[in-house]
T-cell receptor, first 110, second 117 residues
Framework: GEDVEQSLFLSVREGDSSVINCTYTDSSSTYLYWYKQEPGAGLQLLTYIFSNMDMKQDQRLTVLLNKKDKHLSLRIADTQTGDSAIYFCAERDYGQNFVFGPGTRLSVLP | NAGVTQTPKFQVLKTGQSMTLQCAQDMNHEYMSWYRQDPGMGLRLIHYSVGAGITDQGEVPNGYNVSRSTTEDFPLRLLSAAPSQTSVYFC????????????????FGQGTRLTVV
């Protein structure tokens, strides 16, 4: 079946860039998403990319998509302590369902 | 516009008890779904619905029932609670995907933290 993989932990220093990586298996994925979850809260959409795009930039966020390698990354520029959270990569295909990765816990050190 | 509303936020059950987790959305979304979140495992799909009267099983449906009598509501029933069902449960809704037209992000409720003792 479909599978989405992410590394579980990432630590960066405040002001540095963070890069969170994700790989997926479903070649029919149309939209790929990044969600953020803060402690005790639900998931909130950060950004998304359509599968025929290579890159999308949205303020401090840059999403890169390598369709050939089925690799998605999220870069957060000038990472702040408020960026500490769990980040989920997700794909959605014509089957209507979302498949989520295990989440990457980002810790921002002062 | 309340978005996706889940109740209760917290619940403690004894093994063997039954209960219903409520989910309601006011965005006229056709697609609704239930996930459970366990440490290191991401979100796993329990059941989903693509419209009123239509439900289907996800990855981990055993021990759970759903129904979709209206577009707005999608309750999740635990038939006989077990400690393995201790988890955080999320309801999500979105528009159905129709070809390549428009983003159809999922909107999430705030979660129900369930403990079964």
């Amino acid at each position: 079946g479909e599978d989405v993989e992410q590394s579980l932990f990432l630590s960066v220093r405040e002001g540095d860039s963070s890069v969170i990586n994700c790989t997926y298996t479903d070649s029919s994925s149309t939209y790929l998403y990044w969600y953020k979850q803060e402690p005790g809260a639900g998931l909130q959409l950060l950004t998304y990319i359509f599968s025929n795009m290579d890159m999308k930039q949205d303020q401090r966020l840059t999403v890169l998509l390598n369709k050939k390698d089925k690799h998605l990354s999220l870069r957060i520029a000038d990472t702040q302590t408020g960026d500490s959270a769990i980040y989920f990569c997700a794909e959605r295909d014509y089957g209507q369902n979302f498949v989520f990765g295990p989440g990457t816990r980002l810790s921002v050190l002062p | 516009n309340a978005g996706v509303t889940q109740t209760p936020k917290f619940q403690v059950l004894k093994t063997g008890q039954s209960m219903t987790l409520q989910c309601a959305q006011d965005m006229n979304h056709e697609y609704m779904s239930w996930y459970r979140q366990d440490p290191g495992m991401g979100l796993r799909l329990i059941h989903y619905s693509v419209g009123a009267g239509i439900t289907d099983q996800g990855e981990v449906p055993n021990g759970y029932n759903v129904s979709r009598s209206t577009t707005e509501d999608f309750p999740l029933r635990l038939l006989s609670a077990a400690p393995s069902q201790t988890s955080v449960y999320f309801c999500a809704s979105s528009y159905r995907m129709r070809g390549l037209v428009g983003n159809t992000e999922a909107f999430f409720g705030q979660g129900t933290r369930l403990t079964v003792v």
